[in-house]
Each structure stands twice: as structure tokens, then as C-alpha cells.
């Protein structure tokens, strides 16, 4: 069955950047969108990116200007590059793969176990 893996997290300051990465595994044929949530403490998580399988992508507002999200197919990858970081962009960000078709498997939703996000001020 198909897993996924997120790495890039940590702490960085105000005004700085990280690059979040999210790699799926598991015989994958294909996967149709992938997106970036977050949930920070005492909130609801919220969907922060979403890229369709060819390419389309959306933002929240709150992120527009600042984050990119982009997928590399052939590794079964989507990245989120986030910039110009702020103090209330804290939170556990999750990424989820929809409509994953594997070796013997279709999954329809999938999420990654979280990667934590803190910006100082």
C-alpha cells in the first residue's frame, strides 16, 4: 500500500524559508492530486496548497504570494517551498495524495504522518 513521507520541517525565523518535501511509495502507478494541509494548536486543519495531477494548483489566501506548492511525477513527490514565513504560519503540516493507483491497489485518499513547522518572531 502506498505510504507517505514528509521531510523539511523545523524552526526558522520570521521572515524566513523552508522547502517541505512529501514522497510517496509503494508501487505507484499514479497519483491524481496532491495537497498540503496544517493544523496549528486549538484549530481545525486547513488546506494550504493543492496541485491537480496536471499541474493546476490553488492556494489559501493566506498563503498566496508567499508558498509554492509543485509536484515532480516521476518521483512520486510534491514539494512546498514557503517564503516570507510568519509567526501564525506554525503548525503541523500534512500532505495528502488522492485517487493513488498501485501493484493491486487503488487508494482513494492517503496522508503523511506530519512534519512540524515553527516560526519564531
Known amino acids: 500500500q502506498v505510504q507517505l513521507v514528509e521531510s523539511g520541517g523545523g524552526l526558522v525565523q520570521a521572515g524566513g524559508s523552508l522547502r517541505l518535501s512529501c514522497a510517496a511509495s509503494?508501487?505507484?502507478?499514479?497519483?491524481?492530486?496532491m495537497g498540503w494541509y496544517r493544523q496549528a494548536p486549538g484549530k481545525q486543519r486547513e488546506l494550504v496548497a493543492f496541485?491537480?495531477?496536471?499541474?493546476?494548483?490553488n492556494y489559501a489566501d493566506s498563503v498566496k504570494g508567499r508558498f509554492t506548492i509543485s509536484r515532480d511525477n516521476a518521483k512520486n513527490t510534491v514539494y512546498l517551498q514557503m517564503n516570507s514565513l510568519k509567526p501564525e504560519d506554525t503548525a503541523v503540516y500534512y500532505c495528502?495524495?488522492?485517487?493513488?493507483?498501485?501493484?493491486?491497489?487503488?487508494?482513494?485518499?492517503?496522508w503523511g504522518q506530519g512534519t512540524l513547522v515553527t516560526v519564531s518572531s
Open positions: 495528502k495524495a488522492d485517487n493513488v493507483r498501485g501493484l493491486g491497489y487503488r487508494t482513494l485518499e492517503v
Open positions: 509503494g508501487s505507484i502507478f499514479s497519483i491524481n492530486g
Open positions: 496541485i491537480t495531477g496536471g499541474g493546476n494548483t
